[in-house]
């Protein structure tokens, strides 16, 4: 796999400049602790968790949960993810007549009947349980499932309980579900046995520069000094997926550097845009819009705060702004450094600082909550 592929990474080898963080993730998995991978979208989660799977070949399951809003949608993914590989699909489907519910075939499991996903969610992790080895299940955007969080926990705490040797790893940025799942409060089946939490960073400016020069070499294409610094100085900054695109557009599509960056960069706002409706579709637009535009600009917090105020249309106090600031931290999208605040992702910077009004959700909400 050449690295201006643009799928997610599966295996370490193709893995580029995270070695600490797979070596790591790795040690945890080994050690039975249970993992949160966070960070932004392209900066590599995915590819992170499947190339550790695949280097420590425990039987399980890989369940991607993007748009996944069920727990009937989780024991879907579950039982395509426990299928895929024939030898533990051949385990499952001998432990599995014991089971009511499952038919099992050549293909491996499915289920019989209607059956009540949070029951046959458990049964499944129960059935992976009964293997001899340590197993490994990873849901990639846990976030995803936030709505089911009380039945999703009862169930996680359960395995925990009575199936030591299955190890969970969850991607997801710190909202919703990752969030609860990291600081359970005392109700919570996960009390005092919290996932630990590694935060996926951008690269830096030197790994940035080799992984373009390296992805080059391999496409036996050059990519001039002059285009290579654009590149790196513009708002692809160090995010593994807008490096690998842009390297894509000039190898694969053959476009020129500039195209390429150009090309990149509109493709990245399109996703930023997104992205931001699809916060926006959760959080009074009115406030969250023009706090984003505050922070674009640099603004100070007094300014933040008169920002926020004309858009809610009347003076707000400092425990709005702070609200509206933190929920803009935890979904990845400002950071506080320094003493100020920053839009995390220079793709969504771009976006918001050229876009005259809120991206337009999807089911034209976006305001009021
Ligand atoms: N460490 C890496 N080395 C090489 N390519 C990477 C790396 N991390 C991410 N990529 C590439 O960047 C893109 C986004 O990666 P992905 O793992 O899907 O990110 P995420 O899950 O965080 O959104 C993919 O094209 C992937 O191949
Ligand atoms: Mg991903």
Redesign the pocket.
Known sequence: ?S???????ESSS?????DAEAKELTRLVEARRWVVVL?????????????VRNRLKRPGAYVNLWGVRSVQGLVEGLISGLNESASLRARLVRAARRVDGFTAGPSGLSLAAPRAPLRTAWDLLDLLGTEKRDCLVVL??VQELSATSGALLRLLGNVFNTRPNIVFVF?GSLVGLSRTLLEPTMASPLYGRAPVAMS?GP?DRGTSAK?LAEGATEQRISIPPAAMEAALDGPLDG???????YG?HVAVRRLSPDQALQETVREGKKVAAAELASFLANHDARLYWPALKAIATGASWASVRDYVSRGAGGRVNDGTVLRVLRALESSYLVRHAEGRYELVDPMVLAYVLEAGRAPATARGRGVLR
């Open positions: 796999m690295l201006f592929d643009l799928a997610p990474k193709a893995l580029f400049g995270r960070g932004p979208r392209m900066v590599g989660k995915t590819s992170l968790v499947k190339a990639d955007e991607t996926l690269f992984f995010t593994p997926g807008w490096l690998t695109l894509n």
